[in-house]
Structures are given as C-alpha cells and as structure tokens.
C-alpha cells in the first residue's frame, strides 16, 4: 500500500469513528463572542483568550505601531541580523516580570520547550517529568540524550521515587506544567521546590496557562501557590493571555539564558518575532500590570462558572483554573455534545484520546476575563441541556 493509501485509510477510520476533528472558520476577531461561519454569533467558551486581550485596542494599536516603526519582519534569525531594541526591551519584561534575571524569546513555547533540554542536559544528566507535560515537553524531552524518568500527575510520592531513581546523576532538571492544559489542576509546586532543592535539582515551570491568569497579579501558579522566586526557571507562551497571538520564551538565570542564545536550536534556527508581536506583548504586560482587574474578573468569572454549573448538577473537576473540563469518557459522544452546543450558540470543543488518556474524552470549558455573566449564562444554560438530552448527569461524569 502507499503511503498515502495509508494515511487516507486512517483519515476514513476517524471520520467513522465520530473522532474526525473539524476546524470551524472564525469571521471575526478572537473574543468572548465570535462569527463562526455559516454558524453566525456564538460565545467563544474554548480560547485561551484568558484575560481578553486577543482583540484589545491598546494592543493593536502597539503592533500597527510596531509595523510603522519597525516594519512587518526582520527576514532573519536573532544573530544574524534579527535582533532589534525591542526584542530586548520584551526580554527585559519578561525577566522583570517573573522576578527572574533574564529571558529568551522563541517562535512559540512550544520552541521554547524543544530547545531547552536537548541543549542543557547530556547523558551524564537526568531530566524528571510529570506524565501529563505539555506535547511539547514530551517532544523536548525525546529530543535529550539524559536519563529520563516520569512520575504520575502531580504524585509527590512518585515524585520521590523518580529523583531517587536518577541519583548519581551529574545534573537533575525537574520539568513540570504549572497548569495542567487538559485538567486545570495545579503542579504541586510548593512540595516540588523543597524537593527537589534538597536532591540539588534544577525546577523549570511551563507555566503557559497560569502566566497572567493566576496569582493575584497574573505572576502565575507560583505566584498562586505562595512559591514565587523560587523556581529556578520557567517556560511560557505569549500565546494565550498575553494577547494570544504567538511567541514564548525561557526565562531564569542569566547563565541559562546566555548559553540558550548560544546553542538552542530552535532559537539559532528559526525566524527572530515579527516587530508587531514584540510590541504587542509589550502592551499586554502593561496592561496587566497597570489594571489589576483582569486578573481578577477572570477569577470571579471562574468561580461563577464553576459554581453554577456544580449547582445545576454538572460535575466539573474542581480547582481554580480558568480551565474547566467536563469529563464525558466516549470520544465520539464529547464531540457531539460539542456540536449540540455549537448549534445551540456555545463554541466549546470536545478533547478526545490521543489528546486525552483513553476514556477520558471531555468538553474543555476556557473562561475569560472577557465573558460577562450574561455569556457564562448562557453558556450553563446550553450546557445543562446538553448533558441532560446526552444523559450525561453528574452521577455519570463523576469518576
Ligand atoms: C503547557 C503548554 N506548553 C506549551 C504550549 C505551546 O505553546 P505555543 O502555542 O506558544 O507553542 C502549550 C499550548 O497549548 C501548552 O498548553
């Protein structure tokens, strides 16, 4: 068979299997509300437009700014000739941001996460990961010639039994997502720092889905759970509450970040962030910093939505996150329930395996600061009905 025989035979299983994933077209900008098309006006329940600066005005007017200061694309890599005094002035942000001494800026944290291991550790070294790390980090993590050695989500125990499984070791990196993308819980961190200081590792956060969203200044799960400046290094995206539009970084030590610049792959190899991003970005975090009320709408936005839908008998995982997942189990029935919702005006997507663990398929609720009570109403309303017509009660999806 050919390779294309192959591939097409796959695409035929999914599509009968209800497992297809569809992507629906936007007419409008990222928002609490979208024109999805041939669907019309629909409230956007699944971005992680956190804190609803996708579409902001300050932050596009920065990057129309940034496009007449600095045009649309540098056409080249950081240190050939990709480099301009505001790719500085985001790294200094960043590092005055998370309390850090520098950063280093990425294509994507997905880049970010590709390029930190493989360039820091080698076979005399070990990295310890959490099993339910970001795609990216169990990409990175492959990419690395040093032990490796995973422990269960968030099990402290494991956690224990993982170090001392790589003792020995010239150098242990610890690698955890501060915010687990498909759950909405939190690492453990607290537990995690005194950890691994006492085994002499060095602790790097992913903290895309907590930077800007949690803590009471958007500092993050660190910031959340009481142990901000006291991880060694972190990760995170300009993705997804920092405007949404692209880009990560690295940020920790200067030595870190120094030797980053020098060998990680995906920054020596890869386009310097169009002007209009960095100025962006910029703006985002001054945003964040000058009004506090992002964060904290996104929180009581969270807690209504939470409550009121436990209220009404859905059972959702519990937490703080922003990120509020519906466990369904079926694949095949998430993604229909994700479709009843779309009909009924509620973008909200259905998570299935691979994506997933295996029976776990779920519908991935994201809040943002940007929903009004109206919106999540809505969106409970809509929900509620769904579950029932699906019979999915709260019994049901309480595993
Ligand atoms: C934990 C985590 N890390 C990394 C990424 C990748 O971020 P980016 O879109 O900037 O590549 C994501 C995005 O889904 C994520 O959830």
């Known amino acids: 068979m050919s390779l294309l025989n192959v591939l097409a035979g796959e695409l035929d299983q999914m599509t009968t299997a209800g497992t297809l994933k569809r992507e629906l077209a936007l007419k409008s900008p990222q928002g609490p509300v979208v024109n999805v098309e041939g669907k019309g006006e629909v409230v956007m329940l ?66 970010a996460n590709e390029g930190l291991f493989q360039t820091v550790t080698t076979e005399n070294d070990a990295i310890v990961s959490d099993e339910l790390n970001h795609a990216s980090i169990i990409d990175g993590i492959r990419l690395a010639k040093a032990k490796k050695e995973r422990f269960r989500n968030r099990d402290i125990n494991d956690f224990r039994r993982a170090l001392e499984a790589v003792r020995g070791s010239r150098n242990i990196l610890v690698m955890t997502d501060g915010v687990f993308s498909m759950e909405g819980s939190l690492a453990p961190l607290p537990e995690m720092v005194k950890i691994s200081q006492e085994h002499g590792a060095f602790l790097v956060v992913d903290d ?60 020596l190899f890869s386009n310097t962030l169009p002007p209009a991003v960095v100025m962006g970005s910029l703006a985002a975090f001054d945003l964040l910093d000058s009004d506090p009320s992002f964060v904290t709408r996104l929180r009581e936005n969270t807690a209504h939505f939470r409550r009121e839908l436990t209220a009404r008998g859905i059972q959702v995982r519990e937490g703080i996150s922003p990120i509020v997942p519906i466990i369904i189990g079926d694949t095949a029935k998430a993604i229909s329930m994700s479709k009843e919702l779309l009909d009924r005006g509620i973008y909200v997507s259905g998570f299935g395996f691979p994506v997933v663990p295996q029976g776990q398929a779920r519908l991935r609720c994201q809040i943002s600061a940007a929903h009004t009570r109206e919106h999540l109403d809505r969106a409970i309303g809509a929900i509620v009905e769904v579950a029932e017509k699906f019979g999915v009660t709260a019994a049901a999806v309480n595993r």
Not at 48 to 72: C, Q, S
């Open 208 to 267: 895309s889905h907590g930077t800007g969203v949690l803590g009471r200044t958007g500092r993050g799960t660190a910031e959340e759970l009481g142990v901000f400046g006291k991880i060694d290094a972190y990760t995170s995206t300009l993705g997804k509450a920092l405007g949404g539009s692209h880009g990560g970084f690295t940020t920790g030590p200067r030595v870190l970040v120094d030797y980053l610049r020098q060998k990680s792959r995906p920054y």
């Open 46 to 111: 699944t971005s992680n437009n956190y804190l609803g600066l996708a579409n902001h005005p300050a932050i596009v007017e920065a990057a129309e700014k940034a496009e007449r200061d600095f045009g649309y694309g540098l056409a080249s890599v950081r240190f050939i000739c990709g480099t301009q005094t505001i790719h500085r002035d985001l790294e200094a942000r960043i590092a005055k941001f998370f309390g850090t001494e520098d950063a280093i800026l990425y294509g994507s944290c997905w880049n």
